[in-house]
């Protein structure tokens, strides 16, 4: 009888943990390094692509691109990138006559990392 109950109870067990849904974990990026600039000045455009390398198991899912300038854009070759694949992040850097000296200008995305950003910068000196 004890026999019995111990089986039972294992094969119940043994179901709702086999049924459970099984969660999807995050994903991990290799840190990504800063760009440094040379001088360049006013109206000059300053072009970087960076490298966002997926180092995980699971996809890696960019769900959005920000600047922290009006004066730099970036854009993300995919959205979704593969484990062990990279995405390319094209930045444009464009000097303004209000924005001079030394720029320390951050590119975030969001992602499904833990934090949920991934911050690189790009750098230089913008001379007048």
């Not at 039972?8 to 709702?16: A, T």
């Not at 062990?84 to 303004?96: C, G, L, M």
């Amino acid at each position: 009888m004890k026999n019995n109950i111990l089986v039972s109870l294992s094969l119940i067990i043994f179901l709702i943990c086999s049924c459970s849904k099984k969660e999807k974990g995050t994903a991990r990026v290799k840190p990504v390094k800063d760009f440094v600039f040379d001088t360049i000045s006013i109206n000059d455009t300053m072009t970087h692509v960076f490298d966002v390398k997926n180092i995980s198991d699971e996809d890696l899912i960019i769900s959005k691109v920000g600047t922290s300038c009006g004066c730099t854009a970036a854009v993300i070759s995919d959205s979704v990138v593969r484990p062990n694949n990279s995405a390319q992040v094209r930045v444009e850097f464009i000097a303004r006559k209000e924005k001079t000296g030394d720029i320390k200008n951050s590119i975030v995305l969001r992602t499904n990392t833990e934090p949920p950003f991934t911050v690189f910068y790009i750098k230089g000196f913008v001379k007048e």
